[in-house]
DNA sequence: TTTACTGCAAATATTTTGCAATATC
DNA sequence: GATATTGCAAAATATTTGCAGTAAA
């Protein structure tokens, strides 16, 4: 990654850095240095991940709790920095940091895989898009089917 | 509903029964009432519900069991038949017919409300996209953010 | 100094599984 | 008739809550 890249990218997490510390002060909440500490692992992940792999992530470094994480990931909802999805047949809940994060997924509902694709119209069509009130923050985009691979066995 | 209307619809349903049919006698499984009371119910729903309403409305009128409504919906997820979400910040678990449902929500992440939206372009454009050996077979969109009435209490 | 947050453990909620009876093929 | 599916209950997972100690404001 070349230098301004990466000046891009801890530019981006300043942001989020900020929204998050924002919301927290506005509810009331306390700005932990746990809850710093998810939020930072939440954005370095490019991939879905389930809570389960924060933890264990975390644990490795710090005395933190499965609530903590569970409490963590409920407040980062609910301030748009994180979406939480279940895709596939297999009925698990995902993670995926929000922020900046507009992904378009292929889904094979037979084995569970999620494929990101890129599109650079839908990534400009629908942030440009209004509703009335609402303001758009980021978008998901899923095109469920079935992968070559599970076609043939079936 | 006029009498074409309502016999687009019961068509429509003959073919979602037919698809969820082989696919049951693909996968080597039964083709038993309760199965066929669930899709049923699923494809008689216009919003979003969770497994719960389902089971509780069945009860009304059949013996049936939890076992059995979880056990049919992970077969309706296989065979695309059926969607699973979770939207908002409450992180519940919702579901919605699938087979010509290509749904386009606002969501707004404050207080949960997911609304639908129509975009005849989208409702177009996606289903034309294809994917290497991908049979795309239906589609969601979530733009998420913060509704009027969320945006004011803040 | 006040009180929200933490970890831990217990409680709840959600989903899956084992089993004997039943119904589909 | 063979066996997959059922309801029910028990087990396994996932998530939330109560509590006492700790730390942010």
Redesign the pocket.
């Known amino acids: 990654m070349s230098n301004s890249e990466l000046n891009k990218k801890e530019d981006s997490f300043k942001v989020v850095q900020q929204r998050f510390e924002e919301y927290?002060?506005k509810?009331?909440?306390?700005?932990?240095?746990?809850?710093l500490e998810i939020l930072k692992l939440v954005y370095a992940q490019k991939q879905l991940f389930c809570?389960?792999f924060l933890y264990l992530e975390l644990e490795k470094k710090?005395?933190?709790?499965?609530?903590?994480v569970?409490?963590?990931l409920?407040l980062l909802l609910e301030c748009n920095l994180v979406k939480k999805h279940i895709l596939g047949s297999d009925?698990?809940?995902q993670y995926e940091k929000a922020y900046k994060n507009n992904k378009h997924y292929i889904i094979c509902t037979a084995c569970g895989t999620a494929k990101e694709f890129r599109n650079e119209y839908l990534k400009k069509y629908l942030p440009s898009m209004t509703f009335r009130g609402f303001t758009s923050q980021h978008h998901s985009v899923y095109i469920y089917g079935v992968c070559g691979k599970c076609a043939k066995k079936q």
């Not at 009331?28 to 809850?35: A, I, L, V, Y």
């Not at 710090?62 to 903590?68: E, G, H, N």
Request: hydrophobic residues 20%.
């Open positions: 927290l002060q509810k009331g909440c306390r700005k932990t240095p746990e809850r809570l389960d710090y005395r933190v709790s499965r609530a903590t569970y409490n963590t409920s009925g698990k809940v």
